[in-house]
């Protein structure tokens, strides 16, 4: 413990002596200039305006949203009053910032603000160029800046989503996986209604499937959400595939509807199959005789049980020390679903392995799956020292039987 509170007590009298040392190099006359030369240059007051996005093209019935940047190069803080100054006719338009509609903002020298432009088209405008206009001046009025915003709405194009009223967002509109697997995506449903309203949901998919709506990190099934004036809140779309389900790619489309709003959202999954695979023997028996130093076969099939092609199929065993294990074929390129391989296991033994009983474990590395498959193997004598212990049993029986006869006669 001592030795931790002495660890810890250099580390902090380093930390100190840095913040120290830091602090002593920012007084240096070096850096001292430096930022005296920088505040040299910048003049007594300077102030600019600019929109990020001078002009946009949106579909019929979006919204906009921009950012509206306030640059003071000057050496002293500004309070800058802003308003728009011209709108198109049909249209709602106001500076907010991320929560209040502001008519002002406050830069300090030597930094930026950012306000937003939003501006909301009525229902039926339209398609066609519209002309905004922001002014903004300093309190004094010594500094006025202008900024023209064109939106420009769009033709709607044959076969384009006619959503309004609500607009559904994701950042993965594609998720793959294998076809035993769940898949989640999360979808934000954001109203643009002016009034609370609940909006019921609808999800589409291949037959069977099954399709549920969660509210984000929550595990209970709904069907509808409420959302107020402009929230918006994100829900999860659960997606689990029937049993069977091949390859392939497959559509889930997802419907938001709250009287005449409607939004939707076109999402894919992606199947890459089930990888499964079944080792086993054609007989059922897993274990087999063998002698020191000689060559015993087994064979042993592989299947394909899953719904995808196993690819790259390689074997390893695990085996007792000095023993020898080779494959036929080494390898295999691919199975089929379904489909079934056979596969020659050739197990030789230590030359001078004690007779008796051995484990030899055979597995089985496919594509995203293994299987593992023990065989039993029974070392037995060479033959050579069966015929050799028959000669001596029949040799010590004929002298046995020759030192009987020979006492007997005594």
Known sequence: ???????????????????????????????????????????????????????????????????????????????????????????????????????????????????????????????????????????????????????????????????????????????QGPSDGEFEFSVEVDSKLDKDAVFNLFAEGPEGWDLNFKPAYESKYISSIRLKANESKTVAVQVKPTANAKEGEYPVNVRVTSGDAKGEAKLTVILTGTYQLEMGTVTGLLSLDARQGKAANISFYIKNTGSAVNREITFMSFKPENWEIDFKPERIEGIAPGELKQVEVIITP?????????????????????????????????????????????????????LFRKLGRR
């Open 350 to 402: 230590y030359e001078e392995a004690l007779v008796g009983d051995y484990s030899v474990n055979v597995k089985v590395d496919g594509e995203k799956v293994s299987e593992t498959l023990e065989f039993r193997v029974t070392v037995k004598a060479s033959a050579a020292w069966a015929w050799i212990g028959i000669l001596i049993i029949v040799a010590v029986t004929g002298g046995l039987t020759a």
């Open 1 to 175: 413990m001592t030795g931790i509170r002495g660890k810890k007590g250099t580390i902090i009298s380093f930390i100190v002596l840095l913040a120290v040392i830091m602090g002593l190099a920012c007084r240096h006359p070096v850096f001292a200039a430096r930022d005296k030369s920088e505040d040299k240059d910048r003049p007594e007051r300077l102030i600019t305006m600019a929109v990020e996005y001078p002009g946009v093209v949106i579909p019929p019935d979006e919204d906009v949203s921009l950012d509206l940047i306030f640059h003071n190069k000057g050496k002293s803080d500004e309070d800058v009053e802003v308003w728009i100054s011209e709108k198109p006719e049909n249209w709602k338009a106001k500076i907010k910032t991320y929560q209040f509609t502001v008519t002002g903002v406050h830069v300090p020298s030597a930094d930026d603000k950012t306000l937003t432009f939003e501006a909301d088209p009525d229902k039926g405008v339209k398609p066609g160029k519209y002309a905004f206009r922001v002014d903004a001046k300093t309190r004094d009025g010594q500094f006025k800046m202008t900024q023209n915003i064109t939106v420009t709405i769009k033709e709607k194009e044959e076969g384009e989503d006619d959503s309004k009223g609500v607009e559904l967002t994701t950042s993965y509109p594609v998720l």
